[in-house]
T-cell receptor, first 114, second 110 residues
Framework: KAGVTQTPRYLIKTRGQQVTLSCSPI?????VSWYQQTPGQGLQFLFE???????NKGNFPGRFSGRQFSNSRSEMNVSTLELGDSALYLC?????????????FGNGTRLTVT | DAKTTQPNSMESNEEEPVHLPCNHS???????IHWYRQLPSQGPEYVIH???SNVNNRMASLAIAEDRKSSTLILHRATLRDAAVYYC???????????FGTGTSLTVIP
């Protein structure tokens, strides 16, 4: 069974630009969540989607947004990029959005903002 | 807010058991305790999770204190492949929020 696939693996963008990251969950998994990982802040929750609906959102500004498609694939978008947005962005999928359901992570997209 | 506290680093000799502690004194009754580990340049990998009772799987065991304010991940025989950063995470039922610790970097000495 294929794992969680995130594309692209690496991205370099300039301040002020916008970026879209993609996540394909494990087949059959309907819940997708996104995380930001930085050396200073560690792992932080961005948002979670289930059945094309955002269920939860972390404490990030409105420049961070996402969506989920009918096939459970998800994208996240960051507009007006800032230097501090440089991070590893991780996507995880699970069968259902239950706290008792294990998360399966992709290997992330490394975003560098210059 | 619920929060988890873990030691920054630990060392273990190869083939010996490892006990990785996590404190979560503000845990609520419906919070699940999850453990993940992460190798460099990879996403976190699921290890184990539990709610109230101790849990075992092929990778590890999870011992949860009776008052649920702490838990311990037990690797029964550490191997070099177990060297990673281990994260203790609380997942809340209400609003399904996620609370991450800063992780414990485990070094396995051959």
């Amino acid at each position: 069974k294929a794992g969680v696939t995130q594309t692209p693996r690496y991205l370099i963008k300039t301040r002020g630009q916008q970026v879209t990251l993609s996540c394909s969950p494990i087949s059959g998994h309907r819940s997708v969540s996104w995380y930001q990982q930085t050396p200073g802040q560690g792992l932080q929750f961005l948002f979670e989607y289930f059945s094309e609906t955002q269920r939860n959102k972390g404490n990030f500004p409105g420049r961070f947004s996402g969506r989920q498609f009918s096939n459970s694939r998800s994208e996240m978008n960051v507009s007006t990029l800032e230097l501090g947005d440089s991070a590893l962005y991780l996507c995880a999928s699970s069968l259902v959005p239950s706290p008792g359901s294990p998360l399966h992570f992709g290997n992330g997209t490394r975003l560098t903002v210059t | 807010d619920a929060k988890t506290t873990q030691p920054n680093s630990m060392e273990s000799n190869e083939e010996e058991p490892v006990h990785l502690p996590c404190n979560h004194s503000t845990i609520s009754g419906t919070d699940y305790i999850h453990w993940y580990r992460q190798l460099p340049s990879q996403g976190p990998e699921y290890v184990i999770h539990g709610l109230t009772s101790n849990v075992n799987n092929r990778m590890a065991s999870l011992a949860i204190a009776e008052d649920r304010k702490s838990s311990t991940l037990i690797l029964h025989r550490a191997t070099l492949r177990d060297a990673a950063v281990y994260y203790c995470i609380l997942r809340r039922n209400t609003g399904n929020q996620f609370y991450f610790g800063t992780g414990t970097s485990l070094t396995v000495i051959p």
